[in-house]
Each structure stands twice: as structure tokens, then as C-alpha cells.
């Protein structure tokens, strides 16, 4: 079915990626033997900075299009977007790995990782965090060994895959839903430090939700993205019918952040023209309500330019949420003050460009990407229908 060669194209682009990797290797080198204070700004006041903040809480988050995928496809039975689900897996995993090593970077005695596994918090909520996001992650690789093994041949193994497919289907979908409403929670505990318009019970609801609808979005960019570098029609329709998900969760998710700041008796504080409010209406204005609209418009929503731009807004917004509650929502409390090194950017542009480099590379010699006009099957594994590539 598939040979046993292995390619992957070197370009002026994927050479400057390279060299990224290489870099942001040595920096992480570095600090793993001098320590944090070595390459980062993080202090008593910021504990949790860029690594934290955007690689692993925005990381997560963006990774949310496996589990929504594999929800909508395989519990929903919604076998039209079979096409991107192979993709959204490969991203998913692949953003697991960046904010694992993340939260590894970010340990201050990195040489005792290995103590969660044995020593167990069960009080905590990081401690909840770790577990389910290391097991969601082997998880996800077992899933991807379906797909390894239709190159790399094994069929005791792929015949093994395929008997536990449905019970790693099942944690596929459950276990997301756990660690990304307990990054929420983290923040529930700081109802004295976490600016009001921010801080809610329902944080852990706001986390998970916000994580599903920006699935499709994702999907969306990464799924255009791939078919204009490979050449290739993006799958418009699918990504078409997607908004309406993301218009639909959405909605929801802003009706609910309201009642929930007038329950609270802060939603005035939303109009106080402090920097926290102003930075709280771009995000609602800007990154929720403008989204809306855009997915509600047939003209812009069936229009591939519209189906992206609208879906860029929903990933900027989300991300640009999660930088508001670790930054501007603690600022006002914490004192002091923390802006990333030069280190701490080069270690996280070297953590993502070794996952464009990763995602290329598995594009380009697994079944990743559906042959263009084929016929898609019904598939009992979680993302077992065969595309050829």
C-alpha cells in the first residue's frame, strides 16, 4: 500500500525553521543547567510567564481540534468532515507535545518530573492537569499508530490499534474536557487576584467551551494552509458547514459570559475605562461579537476568504483571552512587572517551528491529507478511514 521511502523537501523556509529548532535547542540546554533565572525574566511576583501563558494554556487550547473533531465526527456521526479529522489529530498531538515540554521548561528542579507519576496530589489541580494531559497524549499517539502502521508495516500491531480504538475513542473525548476545564480552575483559586471581569465559577466552562469552538477554526486555518502548500483544493465545504458549530457555540458561549458578570454584579466594571475593560471589550467586541456576525453573513461565511478570516478572529480571540486572564487580569495584583527575555521568544519560536517541520514531514510520508475527489468510507476507529495521500 505505501513504500517504505521517506522524503521531506528542503527549502530556504523550512532551513531558516531548522535553525530555529537549533537554536531554541541550545538556549533550552542551557537553561536546564544554569536554571530559569539564566534565560528567562520571571520573578517571585510572575512565577508563570510566556511558556506558561502561551505555550502551554493557548497551546492546549489550540490544540482543541482533535477532540472536538473526533466528537463531532464519530459520536455525532458527521462523516462529511471525515476529511480534515486525520489532520486535526496530527495537529492536536503535535500541540500536546509543545506545551508538554513547555511545562517541563518551566520546572524549577526540571530533574524531578518524574515525582507526579509516584507521588500522588490528589488535592491538586495541577496535579490533575499533569495526569490527564500526559495520558491524553500517549492516547493520542496510540491513535496515530493506526496511521504509522499502514506505512510501516506491522500487522500484529495495527490489528492490536484496532481493538482499542474505541476505548481510546472514548478517552480521546473525555479526558480533554477534564484538563482543559482544570486550566480553568487554576484560576478559580485566585478570586482575590484575578481581575473581576475575568474571575468566575464558571472559568472551568468558559476554558472547555472556548477550547471546542476553536476547533474548527483551527482546523479551518490549518486545513487552507496545507492545500495551498501542497496544491491542492481546500475542502471549502467542509470547512463551510463548520462555522455553523463555532457561530452556534459561540453565541452561546457570550450570553452565558454575560448573565454570568450580572449575576456577579461586575459587568459595569466592563465600561470603567480602565485598561483591564478596555482590554476586556476588544476582546468581547472584537474577537467573540465580530466573529458572530461574519459566520452569520452567507456572503463572507461561503467565501473561502471569509470561512479564514472569520476563523483567524475566533484563534486570535482565544488566544488573546488566555493572555488576559494569566497577564492583564493578575497585573493589578501581583505588583511588579515581567516581560519574556529574548530567550523566552526564541524557545518558544523554536518549540513551533519544530512543529510546522514535524507536521510537514508526517504530511508529506503518512496518509494524512484525503486524495482530492475520493469517495470517503465509514470508519469504526477514531481515525482509521484510509485517505491516500
Given amino acids: 500500500m505505501y513504500g517504505r521511502n521517506w522524503s521531506f523537501r528542503i527549502t530556504w523556509f523550512r532551513i531558516l525553521l531548522i535553525i530555529s529548532v537549533l537554536i531554541a535547542a541550545a538556549a533550552s540546554l542551557y537553561r536546564f543547567i544554569y536554571g530559569l533565572g539564566a534565560v528567562t525574566n520571571l520573578n517571585d511576583q510572575w512565577p508563570w510567564g510566556l511558556w506558561i501563558g502561551f505555550d502551554l494554556l493557548c497551546g492546549i487550547a489550540l490544540a482543541g481540534g ?23 489529530l496530527l495537529t492536536s498531538l503535535l500541540g500536546y507535545i509543545i506545551s508538554l515540554a513547555s511545562l517541563l521548561l518551566d520546572i524549577g528542579r526540571w530533574f524531578n518530573f518524574w515525582r507526579p507519576f509516584f507521588y500522588w496530589g490528589f488535592h491538586s489541580v495541577l496535579f490533575e492537569v499533569f495526569w490527564c494531559i500526559s495520558i491524553y497524549t500517549t492516547i493520542q499517539v496510540l491513535e496515530f499508530g ?7 508495516k506491522c500487522p500484529s500491531l495495527k490489528k492490536i490499534l484496532g481493538y482499542m480504538m474505541t476505548p481510546l475513542l472514548i478517552l480521546g473525548i473525555v479526558l480533554p474536557t477534564l484538563h482543559q476545564s482544570s486550566l480553568g480552575s487554576l484560576f478559580i483559586v485566585a478570586v482575590d487576584k484575578l481581575y473581576p471581569l475575568w474571575w468566575s465559577m464558571l472559568l472551568p466552562f468558559f476554558f472547555v467551551w472556548s477550547a471546542f469552538f476553536l476547533g474548527p477554526a483551527m482546523v479551518t486555518i490549518e486545513g487552507t494552509i496545507a492545500s495551498r502548500a501542497y496544491g491542492r483544493d481546500p475542502e471549502l465545504p467542509v470547512f463551510q458547514s463548520m462555522t455553523r458549530i463555532t457561530m452556534w457555540m459561540m453565541i452561546i458561549y457570550f450570553i452565558i459570559k454575560m448573565i454570568d458578570l450580572n449575576y456577579r454584579g461586575v459587568f459595569v466594571m466592563a465600561f470603567n475605562g480602565s485598561h483591564e475593560s478596555n482590554m476586556f471589550l ?7 461579537l465580530l466573529p458572530i456576525f461574519m459566520y452569520a453573513i452567507p456572503s463572507i461565511r461561503n467565501k473561502l476568504w471569509g470561512v479564514v478570516t472569520t476563523s483567524v478572529l475566533v484563534v486570535v480571540g482565544v488566544v488573546f483571552n488566555r493572555m488576559n486572564v494569566v497577564f492583564t487580569g493578575m497585573a493589578r495584583s501581583v505588583g511588579g512587572s515581567y516581560f519574556p527575555s529574548v530567550w523566552e521568544f526564541l524557545i518558544t519560536l523554536g518549540m513551533w517551528s519544530f512543529l510546522a517541520l514535524a507536521y510537514l514531514f508526517i ?5 494524512i491529507l484525503p486524495k482530492e475527489g475520493h469517495a470517503h468510507s465509514n470508519s469504526t476507529a477514531t481515525y482509521g478511514t484510509h485517505f491516500p495521500a
Fill in 66 to 88: 482533535g477532540f472536538s473533531t473526533a466528537l463531532v465526527v464519530h459520536v455525532l456521526h458527521r462523516d462529511k468532515y471525515l476529511p480534515i479529522a486525520r489532520a486535526a
Fill in 146 to 152: 493506526d496511521i504509522f502502521f499502514e506505512k510501516v
Fill in 282 to 288: 476588544i476582546e468581547m467586541i472584537v474577537f467573540v
Fill in 363 to 367: 504530511v508529506e510520508n503518512f496518509a
